[in-house]
């Protein structure tokens, strides 16, 4: 399987043979949803997850996929409210709930939200099933009137969107940053944030896993409009994406999130960037034994456009058919890619433009392809190689070797790749590939595999892949 499964775990998952047998069927991460616990709530999962990666001598990595900032109303007076498409309501600061006696009153105490909130500006509440419009602004910047476009019934403390509009308010709140000091002292290999806006987001996360004197790769979850007109300056800094369709289809026009997830999927494969399409993929599995039609052909979708990973939320966190899930995914993958590889008619043709490394990693796939050889065997200190291969979709799988195991948990992300913690008493590279692939049993004696390594060079400053190699076990 070339696309990667991720897999929140939840009651229905969190026992050793249910995580074990997703592993066999796929999954390469496991999400931890720190909207729901913490981090001494997940450290015995962390250690099953561990035992999981010993027993099946395949690299598992661990995501929290931190909270961030919730966004949520206060309290209705006589909630549960009935409302009638052409209603106004008000909506203010806490302040004003006195002032307001002809009309229901929506609180938001949280004025950084309500500034800049003008006339015309749509407004969203309960996930998007209840949709407004201002129409009067009362006092800038604190009091409001907004009239219904549909009909629905509003609760209070449900979440609040202003799809559009710019949020002063940093990605990365308290309670993320004791989450993630604490999931990083229980082992997370990897952390996602919530509701990213700017390049600024991504930075603030980077400098708070150097103050724990570590590393690790940052996922950032395209969840608003602000994201995706920014995808581009994200991509500069993040290890990889999510593009988190919930409230991504809040945010945004629902009819435009189809299309918005192709370009952030070709976005992320021209930056080398890894990306995941997450949210619903099999919903209805949460009851059911098999999937919709529509959902098996959004996940197929999905794969077709070239996602790294799909990733599966309440569907293997609390439903009832958790595995049942995972193997349907890698049934639908087994149909799926060899279509995708079909269709690309070979490796995908880089860009023009003055990329060495990538040159070579295309190159490597042709010539895979040309000596109808058994895998790419790439050993990468740092991954860019196998992250560059990776990019150009071969139809063989890559076999990315690093001294490094924080890279081995990266490259899990990545289509095609599988990572490998390599040997390093020897000290070449190639001779590295060689025991690799003559130790291995994923190749035949006889058979070629393309190997791609750096040795330095009299007059090379770093050390870099500058060696292609056609190896016969």
């Known amino acids: 399987m070339l696309t ?43 250690k099953l997850i561990r035992k999981v990666e010993q027993d099946l001598g395949q690299p598992v990595t661990i995501m929290g996929d931190l909270c961030g900032p919730k966004v949520r109303i206060g309290e209705i007076t006589g909630s549960p409210v ?70 629905g019934v509003l609760t209070s403390k449900k979440g609040i969107a202003f799809p559009g509009k710019f949020h002063p308010m940093p990605a990365l709140t308290a309670k993320d940053r004791k989450d993630l000091h604490e999931g990083l002292d229980i082992g997370l290999d990897a952390v996602a944030l919530s509701f990213v806006q700017t390049l600024d987001d991504i930075r603030d996360i980077r400098s708070e896993i150097q103050k724990h004197g570590v590393w690790i790769p940052v996922v950032a979850k395209i969840e608003r409009q602000n994201a995706v007109d920014n995808i581009e300056s994200i991509l500069s800094l993040t290890d990889a994406v ?81 595995l049942e899930a995972v193997k349907f995914i890698s049934e639908i993958a087994a149909n799926a890619e060899p279509y995708y590889i079909e269709r690309s008619k070979g490796p995908l043709a880089p860009k023009p433009e003055k990329n060495p490394a990538k040159y070579l990693s295309y190159a490597a796939c042709l010539l895979a392809q040309n000596c109808a050889s058994e895998g790419i065997v790439s050993h990468s200190s740092s991954g860019s190689t196998a992250r560059y291969l990776s990019s150009r979709r071969p139809e063989h799988t890559v076999y990315a070797l690093t001294p490094d195991p924080r890279v081995v948990k990266h490259l899990n992300f990545f289509w095609g790749v599988e990572p490998r913690q390599v040997d390093t008493t020897l000290t070449s590279h190639v001779a590295r590939a060689e025991k690799f692939v003559s130790e291995s049993d994923a190749f ?19 050390t870099h892949t500058n060696e ?4 016969y076990k």
Do not use: W
């Open 468 to 471: 292609l190699k056609i190896y």
């Open 242 to 322: 999510m593009v988190a369709r919930g409230d991504l289809g809040l945010e945004c026009p629902l009819s435009a999130v189809p299309v918005i997830q192709k370009r952030i999927i070709r976005a992320c494969r021209h930056a080398q960037k890894a990306v995941i399409v997450a949210t619903q993929m099999l919903l209805s599995m949460v009851n059911n034994p098999l999937p919709t039609r529509a959902e098996a052909a959004d996940v197929a979708n999905a794969m077709l456009d070239g996602a790294d990973c799909v990733m599966l939320s309440e569907e293997t966190a609390m439903g009832n058919y958790p």
């Open 444 to 462: 035949t004696p006889g058979q070629s595999v393309v190997i791609t390594a750096g040795q330095p060079t009299p007059g090379q400053a770093t």
């Open 4 to 46: 990667k499964i991720v897999a929140t775990l939840g009651p229905a998952s969190n026992n050793y043979e249910t995580m074990k047998a997703m592993v066999e069927y796929g999954v390469r991460i496991f999400r931890l949803n720190f909207s729901h616990s913490d981090a001494a709530t997940f450290a015995p999962t962390v």
């Open 82 to 151: 009935q409302v009638r498409k052409g209603d106004m309501l008000a909506l203010g600061l806490p302040e004003h709930r006195g002032s307001v006696r002809d009309m229901v009153f929506v609180n938001l105490d949280m004025p950084e939200l309500l500034k800049g909130l003008d006339k015309g500006m749509p407004v969203s509440l309960s996930d998007g099933m209840l949709q407004f419009t201002v129409t009067e602004v009362r006092k800038t910047d604190s009091l409001f009137v907004m009239e219904a476009k549909n009909s």
